[in-house]
């Protein structure tokens, strides 16, 4: 009998310690972080990781605050068994993740970030490229998710540029994650503005 490996959604990924009782600063990926009073089992693994439940640590969230000041736009995260900072360590790194079937159900026009990775920019009937990467836009000294700013998707184009591309209503048509398609009208020269050329990198 073969196994299926399940495809995982990451709602945050943990940074480090935050506090003396082994609760850990976490950047979300999720514009809903009140899901944890519900999803309280979920899964940690490195980030990436493709394998079975069996291969990935099992975790019960016990409880969850959202940190104002330099940390505002991430959680806090207290999971069962670990209960110091030592302990809150050997997690730091590591993402936290649910199978797909386990997801909570979004509105019609939200989707998981994790979900964008491997779906096809067109823009009008021109494929620009597949989502490699998407990239948060940070305060200056990088320790702190600026909320009100656009994530950017890191689309890798046939020739291999690599083109930001802004993930704004504005510029969205249809997201289809179930065919990996994100339909877009983007403005005229965005595409090669924000162009970053394989033989320049």
Same mark, same amino acid.
């Given at each position: 009998m073969t196994q299926t490996t399940p495809a995982w959604i990451v709602l945050a990924h943990l940074l480090r310690p935050q506090g003396r009782k082994g609760e850990v600063l976490a950047e979300l990926f999720t514009d809903f972080p009140e899901r944890f009073e519900k999803q309280t089992r979920v899964f940690l693994a490195p980030s990436g990781f493709a394998g079975e439940e069996s291969e990935a640590r099992a975790a019960e969230v016990v409880g969850f605050w959202l940190?104002? +000041?330099?940390?505002?736009?991430?959680?806090?995260?207290?999971?069962? +068994?670990?209960? $110091?900072?030592?302990?809150?360590?050997?997690?730091?790194?590591?993402?936290?993740?649910?199978?797909?079937?386990?997801? =909570?159900? =979004?509105?019609?026009?939200?989707? !998981?970030?994790?979900? =964008?990775?491997?779906? $096809?920019? !067109?823009? +009008? #009937?021109?494929?620009?490229?597949?989502?490699?990467?998407?990239?948060?836009? $940070?305060?200056?000294? +990088? #320790?702190?998710?600026? $909320?009100?700013?656009a994530p950017l998707l890191e689309v890798e184009s046939a020739a291999g540029d690599e083109i930001l591309i802004p993930f704004v209503k504005a510029f969205l048509v249809a997201v289809n994650t179930e065919s990996k398609r994100i339909e877009m009208k983007l403005p005229e020269g965005l595409i090669e503005v924000n162009r970053i050329s394989a033989e320049k990198s």
């Open positions: 940190p104002v +000041g330099k940390n505002e736009g991430r959680v806090v995260l207290q999971m069962a +068994g670990i209960e $110091t900072i030592s302990d809150a360590e050997t997690v730091a790194g590591l993402d936290v993740l649910v199978p797909r079937e386990e997801r =909570l159900a =979004l509105d019609d026009d939200s989707v !998981y970030i994790s979900e =964008l990775i491997g779906c $096809t920019v !067109y823009d +009008g #009937a021109m494929a620009v490229g597949v989502v490699g990467d998407v990239q948060f836009a $940070t305060t200056a000294d +990088g #320790a702190r998710r600026l $909320t009100d700013a």
